[in-house]
């Protein structure tokens, strides 16, 4: 079965702090992709980032950054100093190559950012 | 790039009536185009996969008849939904998926509001 699991529906933080937004996937498939899209108020899905089941690098762009561990099927985002303009719905999403590639989406975390 | 654009961006009409939305992919040919309807604080919901040229493929217990979808051509699939009624208000988004690729790529989305 292909899931993706957002456990936390939504997260709360004060300005400046640093949150990990948790996302935890399940795929037989040995060729994947794994997605983190960020929905603003405005509705429109921002891409974040691509991770493809081979590279287990971890990536740093700004004050967000991944962690992508097979051994756990966790593929986790951090924003470090979080601020306002970061509280938005997060999803996380599961790509595999078998089939018609549709994509599989978590069910968000909504990250409000207080001032 | 690949910008996708979707229009309208927000319909109110009247129960009974059929809307239209557009799809379309600005600069590049999509060969596959996804329908996907969120509902409020949900995650989105894939409803069909559109081959152009071809009759596209619904997702269990969504309505086929309902939600009509062409895919007419290369950069453009439209959804119609038929004789609205209120429970079909919802966040409509479709993405597209380049020739030979495996990203989607999301457009703004379409609030449709049925009073």
């Known amino acids: 079965a292909q899931k993706v699991t957002q456990a936390q529906t939504e997260i709360s933080v004060v300005e400046k702090e640093d949150v990990t937004l948790d996302c935890v996937y399940e795929?037989?498939?040995?060729?994947?992709?794994l997605f983190w899209y960020k929905q603003p108020p405005s509705g429109e899905l921002v891409f974040l980032i691509r991770r493809n089941s081979f590279d287990e690098q971890n990536e740093i762009s700004g004050r967000y950054s991944w962690n992508f561990q097979k051994s756990t099927s966790s593929f986790n985002f951090t924003i470090t100093a979080s601020q306002v303009v970061d509280s938005a719905v997060y999803f996380c999403a599961l790509l595999t190559t078998s089939g018609t590639y549709k994509y599989i989406f978590g069910t968000g975390t909504r990250l409000k950012v207080l001032a | 790039g690949a910008v996708v654009s979707q229009h309208p961006s927000r319909v109110i009409c009247k129960s009974g009536t059929s809307v239209k939305i557009e799809c379309r992919s600005l600069d590049f040919q999509a060969t596959t185009m996804f329908w996907y309807r969120q509902f409020p604080k949900k995650s989105l919901m894939l409803m069909a996969t559109?081959?152009?040229?071809?009759?596209?493929?619904?997702e269990q217990g969504v309505e086929k008849d309902k939600f009509l979808i062409n895919h007419a051509s290369l950069t453009l699939s439209t959804l119609t939904v038929t004789s609205a009624h209120p429970e079909d208000s919802s966040f409509y988004i479709c993405?597209?998926?380049?020739?030979?690729?495996?990203?989607?790529?999301f457009g703004p989305g379409t609030r449709l509001t049925v009073t």
């Open positions: 993405s597209a998926l380049k020739a030979g690729g495996y990203e989607q790529y």
């Open positions: 795929t037989r498939d040995t060729t994947y992709y």
């Open positions: 559109s081959n152009e040229g071809s009759k596209a493929t619904y």
